[in-house]
């Protein structure tokens, strides 16, 4: 039984497009998930489920609230509504879970 060998780094390497490269020599592909825009906007969004979930008179007492129905700190809500924090997956779903029962019992009570 014949075996093809192996490919050595160099062969590898040299089959593989250069990247493109700015005048100072920083990789110019765009890479969508690094984005700030993309961070800054879902960040913000997050921040709106937050109120919506959890309605408040203040950054303060919506943290009183959120912190011990999602498991983490008052500290960590107030980072997340001052959109300076990524929130885990977990919570996103929660807190969705959370905004959307809210707004079916409003339009349930007549609320909405």
């Keep these: 039984m014949l075996c093809a060998a192996p490919l ?5 390497a040299s089959s593989s497009k250069p990247l493109p490269k700015g005048e100072d020599g920083v990789n110019m592909r ?9 961070a800054r906007a879902s960040r913000k969004r997050f921040a709106g489920l937050l ?10 007492d919506l943290a009183a609230k959120a912190a011990p129905v999602l ?4 500290r960590q809500v107030r980072n997340w509504l001052q959109c300076e924090n990524d929130a ?11 905004a959307c029962g809210e707004e079916i019992f ?5 609320r909405g």
């Design 71 to 74: 498991g983490v700190s008052e």
């Design 88 to 98: 885990a997956l977990r919570h996103v779903f929660a807190v969705m879970t959370i």
């Design 30 to 38: 765009k890479n969508l998930a690094q984005s700030d825009v993309h």
């Design 8 to 12: 050595s780094g160099r062969e590898i």
């Design 51 to 60: 109120w919506r979930a959890f309605p408040a008179s203040s950054e303060r």
């Design 106 to 110: 409003s339009i349930i009570e007549g």
